[in-house]
């Protein structure tokens, strides 16, 4: 039996998720006005839970030993425990999407600049909307009010009303 915006709990958790994860990627998608109202909490609650954590990072440094018996000291940074726990239940509220290459980029250098990167959508999350949103949240002093919904007026084929979701 359907339920919110006329669609089973799978679907319309399918449609949060896609539309999500476009709207973090992209920063601004056109949708109806109900999706644009069922989405705007959802995106708020990943950017806020990002927001939290984004900073924390263990630094550990390792020794191994080379071919020629030489003592190597090696420095890595990698997620803390909460962090990662973090991380991966926002992976299971958004859907991973790929990075694309540019127009005029040559394939060799597409691979160069995404070599280290598995998640694209993870790294923009927490290294660039994170910190633009937790810089904002300590000037204004408040938390949340990360998207923005403006009206567009009817659809043409449907009458449905449209709607822009952005991030502010």
Known sequence: MPGKLGKTAEQRQAILRNQASELLWFGKITTTQARAKELQPYVEKIITKAIKVYDLNEETETVTTDKKGKEVKS???KDSPKKLAVRRALMAKLRDLQEVKAFNEKKSDFKKRTADIRHPLMEKLFNE???????RTEELGQGGGYTRIYLLGSRRGDGAEEAIIELV
């Open 75 to 77: 420095k890595s940074i």
């Open 129 to 135: 909307i994170a910190p633009k949103y937790a810089q």
